[in-house]
């Protein structure tokens, strides 16, 4: 005699809650590479060394909790949202942990900065990107009230408005990055060869916190819309 089980009893909360905790994690690595770029700029090589680490052990917590969404998601109940969708949006996030921890070691290991003249500009365009990923972090939060509302009009009109300021922000980290690449080449004659190649991958690398930070925002869209 085969056993029925309610429907209730088949369909499970969302892991959202986890992708939240992902977020808020690749969040503070971000932040952490302002601090390090200005240590870094200072010549502070202690404090930039700290900021590494601190980057470093960050980004571990983010695999952690990467690894835990994944032995947690159920396999055979159903869920509010696709699971492919979920472990879309939480690849792209981990992507900016992992471009930030890159960032952050190939700094600290060469000891390079960027030219004087330049180091207002970096600044600004890593602050920038770090917006975005706060952005982002803001529609991964209003998907989670989107999803344990019941899937609520209100809450899909704040996920709207998030996306719509992750996008702004982005499109501004693409004019940084196109005008510091090309001050970067006005100065790369005064650069060893290896540094100049090294200063222009550290620029797509900023740039690719923001353009990650967009596609969290498209996963995001993408969920809330199916």
């Known amino acids: 005699m085969s056993i029925r089980m309610p429907i209730a009893d088949l369909v499970v909360k969302s892991p959202i809650e986890t992708i939240t905790q992902h977020i808020d994690v690749t969040l503070q ?34 695999d952690e909790l990467k690894a835990q969404f994944r032995r947690n ?56 990107a770090a917006e975005t990923v706060r952005y982002a972090k803001e529609a991964v939060h209003h998907l ?23 996008d702004d922000a982005e499109r501004k980290t693409d004019i940084m990055q196109s005008e510091l690449r090309a001050q970067l080449f006005e100065l790369e004659s005064k650069l060893s060869p290896i540094d100049a190649m090294f200063l222009y991958e550290v620029l797509v690398w900023i740039g690719d916190i923001a353009d990650n930070a967009e596609n969290v925002g498209n996963h995001v869209q993408s969920i809330a819309l199916s």
């Open 29 to 62: 690595a971000t932040e952490a590479l302002i601090t390090f770029f200005q240590a870094e700029f200072s010549k502070q090589w202690d404090e930039a060394a700290t900021e590494h680490k601190r980057i470093v052990e960050i980004e571990h917590q983010a």
């Open 73 to 128: 998601m159920p396999k055979r109940l159903m869920m509010p949202v696709a699971r492919t969708d979920l472990l879309k949006l939480i690849t792209s996030q981990d992507k900016i942990a992992n471009c930030v921890k890159d960032i952050a070691g190939i700094m600290v290991g060469r000891r390079m900065r960027f030219p004087k003249p330049m180091r207002a500009g970096v600044i600004d365009f890593v602050t920038t």
């Open 144 to 166: 989670d009230k989107f999803v344990k509302s019941g899937f609520g009009q209100h809450s899909l009109e704040r996920v709207e408005a998030s996306l719509a300021v992750i």
